[in-house]
């Protein structure tokens, strides 16, 4: 099921290009992720940014066995 809504997304963008976005459940939600991945990633890398950003995009839902969740399939401008 496909559906269009307003949400928080952690963005990766790489040289000025989005490279990937994910939903997250609000902006503290977004905040904290980003937090986890830079530290995991490490802060100095190159031409690498996180951002959190409030998106109207197109959802769908991802399920591997019983485990389902929102994916962005693309940003609605």
């Known amino acids: 099921m496909e559906t269009i809504k307003v949400v928080f997304a952690i963005l990766m963008i790489s040289n000025g290009s989005v490279i990937e976005y994910v939903p997250t459940d609000?902006?503290?939600?977004?905040?904290?992720?980003?937090?986890?991945?830079?530290?995991?990633?490490?802060?100095?890398?190159?031409?690498?940014?996180?951002?959190?950003?409030?998106?109207?995009?197109?959802?769908y839902e991802d399920c591997v066995a019983d485990n389902c969740r929102l994916k962005i399939k693309r940003i609605v401008e």
Not at 28 to 56: A, P, Y
């Open 26 to 59: 609000g902006m503290s939600d977004c905040l904290e992720q980003k937090r986890i991945v830079t530290r995991s990633v490490g802060e100095n890398q190159e031409g690498l940014v996180l951002q959190c950003k409030q998106l109207k995009a197109e959802l």
